[in-house]
């Protein structure tokens, strides 16, 4: 329980910062306001929107017992949380899905390769599309 509210701290200090950043160093939001919005939507979110992405990265965790789990969840979370003290954006997925990753080869787990490279395709073309569309509105 303690490494998931930490993992929950961390991207609260890198992720949800990401989205508050934006807002508020454009001057569109103020910092609280920001804070307050990105909060309540990250938890609508994870309600109407995160059942499939919990299932995609759940599946990688298959076969991990309680230990396990938990040190991925802190080995993910001190690495964003170090990224996050040298003001650094990361990618909090690219963290658990490495952390899952390494534990299920430390643990002489199956890996499914074909759901990494899914998930690896789409950090490499999500910045494209998100930079083209932007021109492109």
């Known amino acids: ?27 569109i939001l103020g910092f609280k ?34 230990q396990t789990v938990e040190l991925v969840l802190f080995s993910a979370a001190t690495t964003v949380t170090l990224a996050s003290l040298w003001g650094n954006p990361i990618s909090t997925t690219q963290a658990i899905i490495g952390a899952l990753v390494g534990a299920s080869i430390a643990e002489g787990l199956p890996i499914d390769w074909p759901v990494v490279e899914k998930i690896v395709v789409t950090w490499i073309v999500s910045p494209a599309l998100a930079g083209t569309l932007a021109v492109g509105i």
């Open 33 to 66: 306001r920001a804070v307050l919005l990105i909060g309540v939507f990250v938890f609508i979110g994870v309600f109407l929107g995160g059942s499939q992405v919990s299932s995609t990265v759940g599946g990688l965790a298959e076969g991990m017992g309680t």
């Open 1 to 27: 329980m303690i490494t998931a509210i930490f993992m929950a701290w961390a991207i609260g200090a890198n992720d949800s910062a990401k989205a508050v950043g934006t807002a508020v160093g454009s001057g």
